[in-house]
């Protein structure tokens, strides 16, 4: 007893003296003494430790009192006690170099750790700067690092203690080295990292450590060397992982968060980790989780020296071997998580409502931030599974989280570099090792994997993975591209179930997005290769997308094709059956993933709700499979395996592409919606049963000899109302009858009309029926029932010959259903008939004659020479039925030189230049003829009393230009007309024109009026022009065409005289014009190989009102006039004003 007194003694002693180091009063250092174990009290020994502590006594001071005094101490021990427990800690609070320790963080004593914000310890030797080694906790708010230090640790976790870490500040094992571009090509080089064995965080394996490990968000870990790593944890937890700071890792084989150890707890990473460097990996949960795993921040991986792709091929072609090494996964999940894997973001619900919109509730939360996952490499961007063991995700939650996996965040996969594959999500490691997502996988974020030259994959399930759901409400998308020319053959594929994987649902509200831009290589939106699926549900979006690169990899334009196939849902693989069905919108309420503490915001939009959709191909197995198409569209491929499959079509949904049943087991119903079969096939089926609103479009190839048929082995019924309807590959070039239905169970009612009359435009087409067959007769529409005029019924057969030639030409007009579309077209096959050129250049004459009939002074004096220049500026507008209508504008000028003699009479000469265009009423952008004309000509003029008398005449030459366009409509919808075709054509022509006039002036006062009559005659011969550019179906030759037009005019002007020296006279003129001979030339063309057609000119002898004004003005030396007119017939508008003036001298 007394020996063990003694040693209860010294640790007395101990803590008495320690305690009175930092101040604490010496009795208090009874507190952890147990004085009963003690039973030699009276002994020297305890008399004189009792006077080490007490100090010196007066020797007259009785023990007795000295045991009172002890007994009342020691009866007030457990209430220090308590005080010290809450408040005890070894706080570093300046700079430091020397490691620190909890068990020694006294110098003597173990302790808890703060080092303050105004504290730091930098050691430049290897090992801990601090060190848990005892059951005590570590907080850092201030600085830990070093630089250079190889095997070095921020803070050292030694297994089997009981305490805690708290980062709240910086963390930092650096080093003094960085990238040179030693080869000079304007990137740098050499390794990311020189050192090696730098960690941020470290728990060794000694046993189990119970306490949380927290990165708080102002928590900073930076680490550079190779084989490293911010947190290593190689030791089992009892306690919560959270990061919420920021971790970055700089170095090959790094690791931004390893949980290498279980881990019985929560596991939160959000903030910031991020890892470059090669097989470099943000976060690594390598074992088990005995809790949740919520990943709620931004993580990125890669090997890359640069994650932005060059946009030059010189500065791609300089990058290095070392720029282009390839890191880890993301984050990689490798061991059990029976809390499941969340990765954390908005929460959204819908509803959609009966007036088309859908209103969509988003709540977000104050402290739960957004997940983001981003690797740029060939490794995915999150990696589930492990190649040496099971591995089981449980669910997240009950009901709407039922699942091992729920991504709210953003996931993306970008190889940036050519031949570097991308994957979004890879579910299983392989190795012969299971992967189980309890209750599967939902997405409500966003996955995408884009590459170049490679392959691109949203999601894939390997073999071994289970996910027994998939539940897509967000988007899932992969884009793999390749240059023209590059000769790589990739696919784009957004949902993969790899042979051997496992998955039995897959539903979709959201998007589904697979594209590939190449010249060959598949887009496929879901592939099920293991064969599994039994139910899949649309009411969002699943798209495939296939398009030809336009661009070289050196930047040029290239104009290929792509020849890869669009597939929505590849599912050859299944032999069990698979139902598919596509419905409308539906509600849903999203589930709350957000800690039951966070406060949380709510935001609602509405939209315009959006009918569901399936773009691409639809392959079913050898099983018995159902497609269900009960809203919106499917454009695609339908193809049926062996086994008694059923097409069902509802709710107004349309399906538009080829039908395929291998069997013959097809069971086809439409009911209210419509199926628009594309190939021109036999096809095989048990029954068809069409409803009252239901719509079937069979397809013909007329050249082959072929359509659509329907040889049904059981019942068809065909509704009353029912529509049938047929569509060309090519032209029908005789009256044809299709049988589109053969069975021996027909039963049919009255098949209504509407489908048959959009067949194309050119065609009529109706229905008929006997015992066992059901008919569609298709005939050439006439002239007349289009409402062809004069000119454009005269080309129908030269033009449909010429489309007969050319496909793609043909198959424009095929497209289009209605008359005005029809018409468009066709009116864009025929030549320019050149009526409104040259009713243009008759208003030119006509302004040359005015310009030589009046003299420059309204008095009677004669004398000087003069010359003078006239502005032609003139618009005609023809508006006929007979011919297609234009409009044509005349600009130039018109100069001359006259002498006048004393007798009133003057000889001049004149000299003009004018540029006509003409634009059809259909001519397209960039449509126009053209011509350029320079004529010379005489005049002679004569005044006696108020008579005056004119009369001239010339000659001029021409040059024609043509340019004629053929723009088909976008009837497909991607932006870009269908067919666009150009050509054009040079041609020259002489012409010539006379005039006489006549007129007599009477004054009244200042006032006149003048009464006066003219003829003009004007004539054109044009030469033979040849088109090209344009195609043998599209080019035409025109053959000369002359026209000739001799007209009189009868009118009255009236106005008025001011002034004398200057003077000035204004006028208004009414009259009427008259066709008296001639006319414009018929146009004859033939297309190539063809027979010439005819386009007989319009009949103009017709009157034509016409009305001006005039304002004059001059000197004796000068002369300025403004004038203007229009001439109004009934099919035919001319404009002019002009402007002219002469000086004399």
């Known amino acids: 007893m007394f020996a063990s007194g003694i040693v209860e003694l010294h640790r007395f002693k101990r803590e008495a003296i320690r305690r009175s180091r930092y101040g604490a009063p010496p009795s208090h250092a009874i507190d952890d003494w147990r004085l009963s174990a003690c039973r030699e009290r009276d002994s020297p020994y305890f008399r004189r430790i009792v006077t080490r502590i007490s100090g010196p006594v007066s020797i007259e001071v009785s023990f007795v009192m000295q045991r009172k005094v002890l007994v009342a101490t020691v009866a007030a021990a457990p209430l220090l006690a308590m005080g010290f427990a809450a408040s005890a ?20 004593a173990a302790d808890d750790i703060r080092i303050t914000a105004d504290g730091s310890i930098k050691p430049t030797t290897a090992g801990a700067i601090v060190t848990i080694d005892s059951n005590h ?43 040179s571009d030693s080869d000079s090509d304007g990137d740098l080089d050499g390794v990311f990292a020189q050192g090696a064995n730098r960690f941020g965080v470290r728990l060794t394996n000694a046993g189990t450590f119970t306490g949380n490990i927290i990165n708080e968000a102002t928590g900073v870990i930076s680490i550079e060397g190779n084989n490293s790593a911010g947190v290593l944890l190689e030791g089992p937890v009892v306690g919560n992982i959270t990061n919420l700071g920021s971790i970055s890792v700089t170095g090959d084989n790094a690791y931004g968060m390893r949980i290498a150890a279980p881990v019985t707890g929560k596991v939160t990473l959000g903030g910031q980790i991020n890892v470059q460097g090669v097989n470099a990996v943000a976060q690594a949960i390598d074992a088990n989780v005995s809790g949740a795993l919520v990943l709620q921040g931004a993580t990125s991986a890669t090997g890359y020296r640069y994650t932005s792709r060059p946009s030059t091929t010189d500065a791609l072609g300089k990058l290095d071997a070392d720029d282009l090494q390839q890191g880890g996964p993301a984050v990689r999940i490798g061991g059990d998580v029976s809390g499941g894997l969340l990765l954390q973001g908005l929460n959204y619900s819908t509803k959609v409502n009966s007036d088309g919109t859908t209103t969509t509730t988003t709540i977000s939360s104050s402290s739960s931030g957004t997940s983001s996952i981003n690797v740029f490499g060939a490794a995915p961007a999150l990696q589930i599974g492990s190649a040496s063991q099971n591995v089981t995700l449980g669910a997240v939650g009950s009901g709407d989280n039922a699942y091992g996996l729920i991504a709210k965040g953003a996931i993306s996969a970008a190889g940036v570099y050519n031949g570097v594959s991308a994957t979004g999500v890879s579910i299983g490691a392989g190795g012969g090792r299971t992967t189980t997502l309890v209750g599967g996988l939902r997405n409500d974020g966003q996955i995408t994997a884009t590459s170049y030259e490679a392959n691109a994959t949203g999601v894939v399930l390997n073999s071994g993975a289970t996910a027994a759901s998939i539940l897509n409400r967000g988007a899932l998308t992969a884009n793999a591209a390749s240059f023209a020319g590059s000769g790589v053959t990739a696919s784009a594929r957004g949902l993969v179930i790899a042979a051997g994987a496992s998955a039995t649902s897959f539903g979709n509200s959201g998007s589904v997005s697979a594209t590939r831009t190449g010249e060959t290589g598949d887009a496929i939106a879901v592939l099920d290769q293991a064969g599994t699926l039994r139910t899949i549900t649309n009411t969002g979006s699943i798209r495939a997308t296939v398009a030809a690169p336009t661009f070289k990899a050196d930047g040029t334009v290239a104009s290929v094709t792509a020849t890869g196939r669009t597939i929505a849902l590849d ?49 079913f197995g050898a099983g018995a499979d159902t497609l269900n198409l009960w809203s919106g569209t499917l454009l695609g491929e339908m193809s049926f395996g062996a086994g008694q499959d059923r097409l069902s079509i509802d709710g107004g949904a349309i399906a538009v592409g080829k039908l395929y049943d291998t069997d013959g087991k097809l069971d086809l119903s439409i009911a209210n919606g419509s199926l628009a079969i594309a190939n021109s096939d036999t096809i ?3 029954s068809v049963n069409l409803g009252s609103k239901a719509k079937l479009l069979f397809s013909a190839d007329p050249t082959a000899g072929t359509n659509t048929k329907l040889v049904v082995s059981g019942a068809t019924t065909i509704a009353s109302g029912a529509e049938l309807g047929i569509r060309m590959a090519n032209l029908v070039k005789q009256p044809t009858t299709f049988t589109v239905i053969q069975g021996s169970n027909i039963s049919v009612g009255t098949i209504g009309n509407s489908l048959l009359a959009e067949s194309p435009y050119l065609y009529v087409a109706t229905s008929r029926t006997d015992a066992n067959n059901v008919y569609i007769d298709v005939r050439r529409r006439t002239a ?30 095929l497209n289009q259903n209605s008359r005005d579309g029809f018409r468009d077209l066709y009116d864009q096959m025929l030549p320019d008939q050149g009526e409104g050129l040259f009713a243009a250049l008759q208003t030119v004459n006509q302004q040359v004659s005015a310009a030589t009939m009046f003299r420059p002074d309204p008095g009677d004096r004669y004398g000087p020479d003069s010359v003078w220049v006239q502005e032609i500026n003139s618009l005609t507008r023809r508006d006929t039925d007979q011919t297609l209508g234009s409009d044509t504008q005349a600009f130039g000028f018109v100069g001359g030189y006259e002498a006048m003699g004393d007798a009133g009479g003057a000889l001049g000469l004149t000299l003009a230049y004018v540029s006509i265009e003409e634009h059809d009423t259909v001519a397209k952008v960039g449509e126009q003829t053209t011509a350029s004309f320079v004529q010379s000509g005489a005049y002679w003029r004569r005044s006696v009393g108020g008579w005056r008398f004119n009369a001239g005449g010339g000659l001029g030459y021409a040059f024609f230009q043509g340019d004629r366009r053929f723009i088909a409509p976008d009837s497909n919808g991607d932006g870009v007309a269908d067919l666009v075709l150009k050509n ?23 006032f006149f009026a003048r009464p006066e009559g003219r003829f003009d005659y004007v004539w054109l011969r044009e030469g033979k022009r040849a088109e090209k550019g344009g195609g043998d179906a599209f080019d035409l030759t025109v053959d000369k065409r002359t026209s000739s037009n001799l007209s009189g005019e009868l009118g009255v002007v009236m106005g008025a005289d001011f002034g004398k020296q200057v003077w000035w006279r204004p006028e208004v003129r009414v009259g009427y014009r008259q066709t008296l001979a001639g006319s414009v030339g018929d146009t004859v063309a033939r297309f190539k190989g063809g027979n010439a057609f005819s386009l007989a000119a319009m009949d103009d002898k017709q009157g034509a009102l016409t009305a001006g004004f005039a304002l004059r003005a001059g000197t004796p030396m000068s002369y300025l006039a403004l004038e203007g007119g229009v001439e109004a017939a009934k099919k035919q508008k001319r404009y002019n004003l002009r402007l002219s003036g002469r000086a004399m001298f």
């Open 89 to 108: 800690e070894t706080p570093v609070s300046n700079a430091r170099t020397t490691p620190i320790a909890t068990s020694t963080a006294t110098g003597t």
């Open 137 to 179: 906790k570590v907080t850092n708010l201030g600085t830990l690092s070093t630089t250079g230090v190889n095997n070095g640790v921020g803070v050292l976790i030694i297994g089997g203690r009981t305490g805690a870490l708290t980062n709240s500040a910086t963390i930092s094992l650096l080093e003094d080295y960085t990238a």
């Open 571 to 619: 599912l050859r693989a299944n032999n069990l059956g698979v139902n598919f069905t596509q419905s409308g919108p539906a509600d849903f309420t999203s589930t709350s993933t957000f800690p039951s503490t966070d406060t949380t915001t709510s935001a609602t939009s509405a939209t315009t709700t959006v009918a569901p959709s399936t773009i691409g191909d639809v392959l």
């Open 684 to 686: 095989n089926v048990s």
């Open 784 to 813: 007349a029932e289009i409402g062809f005029n004069r000119a454009e019924s005269s080309a129908y057969d030269a033009v449909f010959s010429a489309l007969g030639a050319d496909s793609t030409l043909a198959a424009t007009f």
């Open 984 to 1006: 054009s054509a040079d041609w020259n022509g002489v012409t010539a024109n006379a005039y006489a006039g006549m007129a007599y002036e009477q004054k009244f006062g200042r």
